[in-house]
Each structure stands twice: as C-alpha cells, then as structure tokens.
Nanobody
C-alpha cells in the first residue's frame, strides 16, 4: 500500500485547510485509515481515524469540533478538513493505513505534509 498526501501549507490562525491522501496498491487489505501529526520535539499523535468496514470516526480531543475526517472509496482517497486552525496545530501531518494481522495491526505511512499555522 502506498500513501501520498497533499494539501498542506501555511495558513493564518482561524483559517482552514483540507488534506488529501491517495492510497494505491493492495488497498483491499486495509482495515482502517487515519491522520497523525508530529510537531517539533513531540511524539507523533493520532488526530483522527476512520474504520473502512463501517463505524464512526474518532478524534483527538484537541481537534474535536474543528476537524473532520472523511473518505471517498471510489477514489481511494482520505481527507482531513481542518477548520478554525490554531498555531498549536502546526505539525507534519501523516496519512496512515493499517491492516489487522496476527499479532496486531500493520501500519503504512505517507511521506507527510507540513501544516503551519501563523498567529
């Protein structure tokens, strides 16, 4: 599975961005997808995730009500709509896909896209 993100950039606080992630390869094997982010000096954290077999999305508390994750199964594309952005949202955002294998989930990662929110 290959993941390619796009849509990052520089935006002022209060602005919006939409990230996209196109999946290719053995996408039939994917059980779920999500977005993670990593700010300088911090650990990578889950932002939002969505199961592909049905079920609701889940979000980090810090982004609830501001970010929305969605997917287009026909286009094999995952989106993250980010509204009311804050400077603390500044990070490299990574697209993630996983499949369930014996012993736990196997993760795939995109190359990351930079999101910078200026105050």
């Amino acid at each position: 599975v290959q993941l390619v993100e796009s849509g990052g950039g520089l935006v002022q606080a209060g602005g919006s961005l939409r990230l996209s992630c196109v999946a290719s390869g053995s996408t039939f094997s994917i059980n779920g997808m999500g977005w993670y982010r990593q700010a300088p000096g911090k650990q990578r954290e889950l932002v939002a995730a969505i199961p592909l077999g049905g079920g609701s999305a889940n979000y980090a508390d810090s982004v609830k009500g501001r970010f929305t994750i969605s997917r287009d199964n026909v286009k094999n594309t995952l989106y993250l709509q980010m509204n009311s952005l804050k400077p603390e949202d500044t990070a490299v955002y990574y697209c993630n896909a996983f499949r369930i294998v014996a012993g736990g989930p196997y993760h795939y990662w995109g190359q990351g896209t930079q999101v910078t929110v200026s105050s």
